[in-house]
Nanobody
Framework: QVQLVDSGGGSVQAGGSLRLSCVAS????????MGWFRQAPGKEREGVAT????????YYSDSVKGRFTVSQDNAKNTVYLQMNSLKPEDTAMYYC????????????????????WGQGTQVTVSS
């Protein structure tokens, strides 16, 4: 069982930046991928960015590529999402998630791939 605590959301103006943090209760050996997802009111949850916690490979949705960066600090069991050049359409509840350690194959930006979830942190971008 992996517990995730995500934080760092807030309200910013368009063009601003925020950094989200996700602290896992166990080391990266207990997961394979950790990712960030978001869900706006009335919309489905969508994948934003994912990192392979062992190999370091990263994956991004087209909507955030070049603006967001996912990274990890294994010593702190923490994954970050640096969000720059924020837009009003980035407004959503952001969730951290993790897969089982034996996960392989599949879409690493799909919510159905992930088993463990944080409680969410709200990001609001005003124009």
């Amino acid at each position: 069982q992996v517990q995730l605590v995500d934080s760092g959301g807030g309200s910013v103006q368009a063009g601003g930046s925020l950094r989200l943090s996700c602290v896992a209760s166990t080391s990266s050996s207990s997961t394979k991928y950790m990712g960030w997802f978001r869900q706006a009111p009335g919309k489905e949850r969508e994948g934003v960015a994912t990192i392979d916690t062992r190999g370091g490979a990263t994956y991004y949705s087209d909507s955030v590529k070049g603006r967001f960066t996912v990274s990890q600090d294994n010593a702190k069991n923490t994954v970050y999402l640096q969000m720059n050049s924020l837009k009003p359409e980035d407004t959503a509840m952001y969730y951290c998630a993790a897969t089982y350690p034996w996960f392989s194959g599949g879409n690493v930006l799909s919510p159905t791939t992930f088993t463990y979830w944080g409680q969410g942190t709200q990001v609001t971008v005003s124009s």
